[in-house]
């Protein structure tokens, strides 16, 4: 007979050692990130001539610039905000239009790669590598890209934010088709629909509450990133922002004026999107 007496003990013992195991992966996953961190910076220091150190202190010097600058200045404020309103507007349409873009590409993206829903099922592995590609590159290096082809203004920066964007919605919207339930799909296959039909009647009158708010948020994404890609020559307000910045002591005023706007902008986008996917998920809920 066996002794039974022992078998907590040895449960006891079996966990306890593979905690231990645990911690022991995690401390050395823990010390091999902070090896990687400090010799990573310690190379940036070198590459920067060793400069980090030396102009910490001054860190705080450009906002102290910008506000020392604008102060004398606020009568200029609202002016500034008018004068600069329309290249704010350049930037909400570029990530407005690549959003819409982005968006419509992911859609197709993911049902192409969703396993049960592929039109080629054998592609799947293709396409779900090529919105990898399109999510690794940032938007930045796919603009300055565009920008040496096409010139200057807001289509390369639309484009660059709508591949980024369509890789980066692809695989969250693959992973939404894959909770669909197949047997409207089936039931459209059984009376000889179309893979389009099966898919624009079957699975996205399913999921489209979530494809909506999952580019919304993109969309406050894709404010910023246009804004930065104004700062390689890609139009927009940030285009008017290195303007500014580029011109140092004098324009500061006007450089405060641009940051007030894109932070007031952010900041209603952000307001507005988040209640529309409150709203959302309470009717969705309330549905239920």
Not at 5 to 19: I, K, S
Not at 207 to 214: L, R, W
């Amino acid at each position: 007979m066996t002794q039974t007496p022992d078998a907590p003990h040895d449960t006891r013992g079996h966990y306890m050692a593979l905690m231990a195991q645990r911690r022991l992966y995690g401390g050395l996953t823990l010390a091999l990130f902070a090896l990687l961190m400090i010799s990573g910076f310690m190379l940036a220091d070198a590459r920067n001539a060793g400069g980090f150190w030396s102009g910490l202190p001054q860190i705080f010097d450009f906002p102290a610039d910008v506000i020392a600058d604008t102060l004398p200045k606020l009568d200029r404020l609202p002016g500034h905000l008018v004068r600069y309103f329309p290249a704010l507007v350049e930037t909400i349409n570029i990530a407005a239009v690549s959003t819409l873009l982005g968006t419509a590409g992911a859609i197709v993206l993911s049902l192409l790669s969703t396993r049960g829903m592929a039109r080629w099922p054998r592609m799947i592995p293709v396409f779900r590598r090529f919105m990898d590609i399109l999510r690794a590159v940032p938007e930045i290096v796919v603009a300055l890209v565009l920008i040496f082809v096409l010139g200057g203004g807001p289509v390369p920066a639309m484009l660059a934010i709508a591949l980024h964007t369509a890789g980066a919605l692809g695989k969250l919207f693959s992973e939404v088709n894959e909770n669909a339930d197949l047997k409207p799909v089936e039931g459209l296959s059984s009376v000889g629909g179309t893979w389009l039909q099966r898919m624009w009647l079957g699975v996205v009158p399913q999921v489209s509450p979530n494809y909506f708010s999952y580019a919304l948020l993109r969309f406050e994404i894709n404010i910023r990133a246009s804004a930065i890609l104004g700062f390689v020559g890609a139009g927009g307000i940030g285009y008017e922002l290195r303007n500014a910045m580029a011109w140092g002591k004098g324009r500061f005023d006007e450089a405060a004026a641009i940051f007030l706007l894109l932070f007031l902008t952010i900041v209603v986008f952000d307001q507005l999107s988040s209640h529309v996917r409150g709203a959302m998920i309470s009717s969705s809920k309330g549905g239920h």
